[in-house]
């Protein structure tokens, strides 16, 4: 009889594979709403930037001088200390907050809000930004950092800058212990053993022997002891390019 497999174990909700949220700051979001933010502007100061575990990015508490308070996803060049603005009357300066109505074409900007008044969804990763390609009747035009552009409503937020850490994924892990610890801040499982390298009794993709193939498709009704590899797949492996037909006119 074979043991369970990772997905049935990590379906039961255990603590080897959650994350150690109560080490977490806070989450990454902007103040309440403004009524107006194009008319209204507010003042605050960076207090502290801290280390939010699981997170590659540096954030930032800023107070208001309206007595609101928040951590917001830290930009690159920001430092305790700075006064920040929040608000359409805002400069275009790095760190403040404005609504991507009032931002000029061409700057590049960070946690930018999908929808008004949600926090900050959008460039929020380490080194991560979009840029303003233009002002339409639909809304403003954003490249985002996937490279796709999208349209967002002119009354999002969006702070100046990029955000913090950009060369984070440049430098090597250098020995398996910091992956490791890196793996289980976010609650992810490491080191993960392939299918093939187990054996037929605790995987169905279990055994050395090259006869002893299965097909990685699986159906979407599939039990967890065998719903591994391609869940539902219409198709798999490489896309073959379509070829053009040519038809002749008689």
């Known amino acids: 009889m074979g043991k369970r497999i990772r997905v049935q174990r990590r379906g039961r909700g255990g603590p080897t594979f959650r994350a150690a949220t109560h080490k977490r700051v806070a989450p990454a979001r902007y103040p309440q709403p403004l009524k107006d933010v194009f008319?209204?502007?507010v003042k605050g100061v960076i207090e502290d930037i801290v280390h939010d575990p699981g997170r590659g990015a540096p954030l930032a508490l800023v107070r208001f001088e309206n007595g609101m308070e928040a951590y917001i996803v830290a930009p690159e060049g920001v430092h305790v200390g700075q006064q920040i603005q929040m608000g359409g009357g805002a400069?275009?300066?790095?760190?403040n907050i404005l609504p991507l109505g009032k931002i000029p074409e061409g700057t590049m900007v960070c946690n930018l809000e999908l929808k008004p008044g949600d926090g900050g969804a959008l460039a929020k990763s380490s080194g991560a930004y979009a840029t303003i390609v233009a002002h339409t009747a639909q809304g403003t035009l954003v490249k985002l950092p996937s490279g796709k552009s999208k349209y967002l409503d002119d009354r999002c937020l969006a702070t100046i800058g990029v955000i913090a850490g950009s060369g984070r994924t440049e430098k090597p892990f250098l020995k398996a212990g910091a992956k490791f610890h890196l793996m289980r801040?976010?609650?992810r499982k490491y080191p993960?053993?392939?299918g093939r390298a187990m054996v037929a009794a605790v995987h169905p993709y279990g055994s050395s022997k090259r006869s002893a193939?299965?097909?990685?498709?699986v159906s979407r009704n599939a039990p967890p002891g065998k719903k591994v590899g391609l869940i539902?797949?219409?198709?798999?492996g490489r896309k073959k390019k379509?070829?053009?037909?040519?038809?002749?006119?008689e």
């Open 232 to 236: 539902a797949a219409r198709s798999t």
């Open 91 to 95: 400069p275009v300066e790095v760190g």
């Open 192 to 194: 993960r053993t392939r």
């Open 185 to 187: 801040a976010r609650g």
């Open 39 to 41: 008319a209204e502007t």
């Open 213 to 217: 193939r299965k097909v990685t498709t």
């Open 242 to 249: 379509k070829e053009k037909e040519t038809g002749t006119q």
